[in-house]
């Protein structure tokens, strides 16, 4: 008899998504930090790589809600520097057990998204990208603000999704955000 770990089983079965919430970082940041993370097996380019990231947020918004982390929160860590911000992470456990993260790093300025996974995964990542594609590319776009810093252009930025428009604003820095 031949027992398949649930590994081997999601190269059958189409990978599951469970979004890490805010409230739930700290909890998992230690279960993240525990593999080493890697965008190998993530490369293939999709449809999905060549949309403008500020319409791909949008989608995310409809199929997983808000990020497990935007540069608000971030902003509030000691060892926060803004040439790190990032507009938007979305954290997940994908089949109970991979760790994912897909990132922006260069706000609404570019297309497509940094996909990272645990490199021990490596095999499955094209069927977990393939399925997250799917599922992003298929949802309506959602209403949703974010801020973003660009450390190359020395701005800050909000972006958001209302009323049927994408919109790229330049601002003052937030006067919610504790920024030295």
Do not use: C
């Not at 300025?109 to 590319?137: C, H, N, Q, W």
């Amino acid at each position: 008899m031949v027992l398949l770990t649930s590994s081997v089983n999601a190269q059958f079965e189409e990978p599951t998504f469970r979004k890490i919430e805010v409230t739930e970082r700290d909890e998992y940041r230690e279960f993240f930090d525990r593999f080493k993370l890697t965008g190998q097996g993530l490369y293939n380019q999709t449809e999905l790589d060549r949309m403008p990231s500020i319409q791909i947020r949008a989608r995310l918004q409809d199929v997983f809600g808000s990020p497990t982390q935007t540069v608000e929160e971030l902003i509030q860590e000691n060892d926060f520097r803004l040439g790190k911000a990032i507009q938007f992470e979305y954290w997940f456990i994908v089949d109970d057990e991979i760790p994912m993260m897909l990132l922006d790093l260069d706000g609404p300025f570019t297309d497509g998204l940094v996909y990272v996974g645990a490199s021990r995964y490596i095999d499955l990542m094209p069927e977990v990208k393939r399925t997250l594609t799917r599922l992003v590319e298929d949802a309506a776009p959602s209403e949703y603000q974010d801020y973003f810093y660009s450390p190359e252009r020395e701005k800050w930025f909000q972006i958001s999704y209302s009323n049927g428009e994408y919109k790229t604003e330049e601002i003052d820095a937030p006067s919610h955000l504790k920024i030295d």
